[in-house]
């Protein structure tokens, strides 16, 4: 049943495995390539449809189990009906998830199922090298190949230059510069877009995503806004999720801009995103090194030989705390193995600070 329209996006041997089992039930595959407040939009092998969550669906699963963009799902057809029913996710391939904003803060997948992350970034005063670190954090966890897209490379004089300055925090991720206006880079976007791919566009809002996707389709598919003068921040012009289709035959989900992206689970991602660290951490004499006062640490070496920025440390730090603060959250006993962690810890550094001084303990 492999029909044409569910290949070009996206479908493919092993989709239809898992979906074998809802075969028998009367269920139908589809694609959520639409996703707003009120529903889904599907792509089925008849056409689009919209759908709903069933009840059911939306009682049982966990956050990060509910339906979302970029999801192939196993529905319920119900001819004569303005709702299709979405009974069932399929396992994913990739997933981007974050921590949702909000008092209670579970986890939100912004994207599935996509091959390549497009971590979109304006290059004018906007640029945030911080927050690019941890949107490649994010990437690097959802198995999705990150790519780093510099946009309004018009509005720069020296293009090259910023693109250096995020190469030497952007590690194994390529860097592009494009510009929307003159068309720069928008090639080297749309090779990374062949048939039955899918990527997805991440960033902030006004970075210029949804005039990125126009340019590279070659219509005006999204709404594009204007960007306030005074603070050079855009408005939320797309407020929902959608995957479109390129002429190339690549798939491309727009998403709203994100306020803030607490990570989520994200160990993975952050080691990889800071693997310079994480080599330098490797070559310290003491394995639990906290790259303070302590005796052979390479991480300082490297820091006071001009090596590391010391912000990149810092950066990598703040990620780990954060990460550690979501696990204490929910495990009472790694809360208890912190503070004996940091107990040693202190014990350490006092040692340290006494032998070096070398006088009697005050
Ligand atoms: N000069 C220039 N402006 C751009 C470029 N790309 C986007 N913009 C402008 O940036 C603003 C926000 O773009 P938009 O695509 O809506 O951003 P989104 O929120 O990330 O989807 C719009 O006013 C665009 O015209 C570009 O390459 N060059
Ligand atoms: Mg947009
Ligand atoms: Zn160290």
Redesign the pocket.
């Known amino acids: 049943m492999l029909t044409t329209a569910l290949t070009d996006y996206g479908w493919n041997d092993r989709f239809q495995a898992d979906f074998e089992p809802f075969t028998a039930q009367g269920l139908i595959p589809g694609r959520i390539v639409v996703q707003q407040r009120g529903g889904y939009r599907l792509l089925t092998q008849d056409g689009e449809i919209d759908a709903r969550a069933s009840g059911v669906l939306l009682k049982t699963a966990a956050d990060e189990d509910r339906p979302t963009a970029g999801d192939w799902v196993a529905v319920e057809a119900r001819p004569g009906e303005t709702w299709a029913l979405v009974h069932h996710v399929l396992p994913r391939k990739t997933a981007f998830i974050r921590k949702a904003s909000g008092p209670r803060g579970g986890a939100q997948v912004v994207a599935a199922n996509v091959d390549v992350a497009f971590l ?1 970034a ?1 290059m004018n005063a906007d640029l945030n090298l911080r927050r690019l670190e941890r949107y490649l954090a994010t990437a690097y966890e959802s198995g999705a190949e990150p790519v780093v897209v510099l ?5 720069t004089g020296d293009p090259a230059a910023v693109v250096a300055e995020v190469e030497a925090i952007a590690f194994g991720a390529p860097v592009l510069a ?5 068309g720069l880079g928008l090639d080297a976007v749309a090779q990374r877009l062949p048939p039955g791919k899918t990527a997805v ?1 991440l ?12 340019a590279v389709a070659g219509e005006e598919k ?6 306030r003068e005074d603070d050079a921040r ?5 407020t929902h999720r959608e995957l479109v289709r390129l002429p190339s035959g690549g798939l491309i989900l ?1 998403t ?2 994100m306020r803030e992206l607490g990570l989520w689970d994200a160990d993975a991602g952050v080691a990889a995103a800071f693997e310079d660290v994480e080599a330098l951490a490797a070559a310290c004499r003491f394995s639990d090194c906290s790259h303070a006062r302590e005796p052979g640490c390479a991480v300082r070496a490297a820091i006071q030989a001009g090596e590391l920025p010391e912000e990149r440390l810092r950066a990598y730090e703040k990620l780990q705390a954060e990460l550690a603060f979501e696990r204490r959250k929910e495990d009472p006993r790694a809360a208890q193995e912190n503070r004996k962690l940091w107990a040693s810890r202190h014990k350490a550094a006092r040692a340290w600070i006494k032998q070096k001084r070398g006088g009697p303990e005050a």
Do not use: C, F, Q
């Open positions: 979109v304006s946009t309004k490379a018009d509005l494009v510009s929307s206006k003159t566009l960033g902030s809002s006004g970075a210029g995503k949804s005039t990125l996707l126009n999204m709404a594009t806004g204007e960007i855009g408005r939320h012009t797309t727009d709203p801009g």
